[in-house]
């Protein structure tokens, strides 16, 4: 009697053809080292390449840079002493320095390889022109539109007062870097009784990102729609912040309105930014808001007219994409800017006796600030300040709406500058995707007395030249993650001497350029325990220039106190 025959299900029909696949030994070796070879390429090419550029005096170390992680623990392991504490909250302390310092290397790395540099950008262009597809911080959209990936995720992602993600961003962080304060419901209603006290009303703005007005750039299925795209949260985040008392202007709705009622866009095609009929139109709406409910006693117009400007320019999401120079897929684009003007034809500027401060962002920026290379005196404080026919105070720096103006005012305040002397109204503007990504931080608003002067301030109009160590340097943004070309990075230096001896006390705070045009500047390399030489000249002297460019300060109360002074690196 024959035995019944058995059925072989899928699954053991594939156990039994991977366990008779044949590997010869040869195409085994083969493969094992094409795969050696391949991951020690890259690294064998940059030793040869900083080698020969050492040896050729375009490099000054003669180590290649992969070495620099050797330094790294050297560098935690010199602080050890300074460290309080019991020996494991020593350790963990010290854990997170050299964490920093190798996330630091491996962002250093990548901008320094030779191979990536030239591989990447035509790699990205392949991409882009021929599947669409842009990277980590850009999507490429409709008819030649890019959009910042952190404002497609804030329309697409939770409810940014979802009780569950607020509890995941304050869990967030890393062992180097603190947790954000997610809730911007409670700073700004902190925020608005802190000014109530003094008298001053708040009017918040929450700017429009480009997918909340021109969806359908982006996507197909959002032709034909009118309103405003918002996150989960936003209606509630509208109603909690008026039942605190705090007035709220919604420029989204303006620009919705307009979009509808023009068919024009409201938005540059390859930047994060408003164009600058959009602005104008929006400071319009804003100053007869302000007329409204701000109580501004009546005074005689300024006298302030306009000017027109034709500009041509990149937009910064294009640049994010490190295309190859000289690409053609996203070529610039054109626009006509109004800068403002005194009745005696001088260019506007801010008026700290005004009883209006604005406190702002790049969206402030965009068309005031002449690097971010959109032309300059007629961005959207100045076209506010036009319509009102008043003057206006300022405090405007790109990126961290969140907290990035209120920290600057507070350190004004506690540096004994009164900077709320004789206000009625601050508007306070910030990118609406600040409300899921920002840190919300509280910040105290206190009114100090000048402390005595210890860190060492050159006299305005002149320069010195330094030498000292790094005890501590702000966070650098990696180039082209960001939205902004220019950054400026707060350095904390100890050990200073002057050529003819040690000055005394040794301390400085200095802000120094750390990137330009998306490029590394050679103060986004130092690190803690560094020596170096530079020249430095009162921040007094340059403010008026950078004091709005993109900052990383220094998470220290101490130096928040201090005044700060420009440097520039020179070994």
């Not at 020969?52 to 170390?61: F, I, K, V």
């Not at 850009?138 to 993600?165: H, S």
């Not at 005595?452 to 030249?465: K, Q, S």
């Amino acid at each position: 009697m024959s035995a019944p025959k058995q059925t072989l299900s899928r699954e053991d029909i594939a156990k039994i053809e991977i366990g008779h696949t044949d590997i010869s030994r040869g195409l085994v070796r083969l493969l094992f080292f094409a795969f050696l070879a391949t991951i020690g390429a890259v690294p064998a090419w940059q030793h040869a390449r900083e080698i020969g550029e050492h040896r050729a005096g375009r490099r000054a170390d003669a180590l290649p840079q992969c070495y620099d992680t050797f330094k790294c623990a050297v560098r935690a392991f010199r602080q050890w002493p300074e460290r309080p504490g019991p020996f494991f909250r020593r350790v963990a302390a010290l854990n997170a320095l050299l964490l920093r310092d190798i996330h630091a290397y491996e962002d250093e790395l990548e901008q320094s390889s030779r191979l990536g540099q030239a591989v990447l950008p035509r790699a990205q262009y392949a991409l882009t022109r021929w599947l669409g597809v842009g990277n980590e911080k850009t999507y490429v959209g409709r008819d030649g539109w890019l959009f910042y990936r952190p404002e497609i995720d804030y329309l697409a992602g939770p409810g940014f007062l979802d009780p569950k993600q607020l509890r995941k961003r304050a869990a967030g962080g890393s062992e180097w870097e603190a947790a954000p304060h997610p809730d911007p419901v409670a700073s700004i209603a902190r925020f608005r009784d802190q000014l109530a006290k003094r008298g001053i009303k708040l009017v918040v703005m929450p700017a429009p990102v480009k997918p909340m007005v021109h969806p359908e750039r982006f996507s197909r299925a959002y032709e034909g729609r009118e309103e405003a795209l918002q996150n989960p949260s936003y209606a509630d985040f509208i109603t909690r912040l008026r039942m605190s008392g705090a007035h709220v202007f919604d420029a989204a709705d303006e620009l919705a309105r307009a979009r509808r009622e023009t068919g024009e866009p409201q938005f540059l095609a390859t930047d994060t930014h408003w164009r600058p009929e959009s602005m104008e139109r929006t400071a319009e709406a804003l100053a007869a808001y302000l007329r409204d409910i701000a109580g501004l006693p009546d005074a005689a117009p300024a006298g302030y007219r306009r000017d027109a400007q034709a500009i041509t320019n990149h937009g910064d999401i294009a640049l994010m994409l490190k295309l190859p120079a000289g690409s053609d897929l996203f070529p610039p684009e054109a626009a006509t800017i109004h800068p403002v003007l005194t009745a005696g034809g001088l260019l506007w500027q801010a008026d700290a006796a005004s009883d209006v401060l604005f406190l702002g962002d790049s969206f402030c920026n965009i068309y005031s600030l002449d690097s971010m290379g959109w032309g300059g005196n007629a961005g959207f404080v100045e076209q506010l300040s036009f319509c009102l026919q008043r003057p206006v105070d300022r405090i405007v720096r790109n990126d961290a709406g969140a907290h990035a103006t209120r920290q600057m005012l507070a350190q004004e305040l506690a540096r004994g500058r009164d900077r709320l002397a004789g206000k009625r109204v601050v508007v306070w503007e910030f990118a609406a995707r600040e409300l899921a990504v920002g840190d919300w931080k509280p910040v105290e608003l206190s009114l100090g007395q000048p402390p005595p002067a210890t860190f060492l301030v050159p006299a305005p109009g002149t320069v010195e030249t330094l030498s000292g160590t790094v005890a501590a340097i702000a966070p650098v943004p990696k180039p082209g993650s960001v939205p902004y070309k220019d950054h400026i990075v707060a350095i904390h230096l100890v050990d200073i001497a002057r050529p003819s001896g040690p000055v005394p006390g040794g301390e400085a705070l200095v802000y120094a350029w750390s990137m330009r045009d998306n490029v590394w500047e050679p103060a986004a390399r130092l690190r803690a325990g560094q020596s170096i030489r530079l020249q430095v000249k009162n921040w007094a002297d340059v403010a008026v220039q950078y004091e709005a460019i993109n900052r990383t300060e220094l998470d220290d109360d101490r130096l928040m106190l201090e005044d700060p002074c420009w440097g520039e690196v020179t070994e």
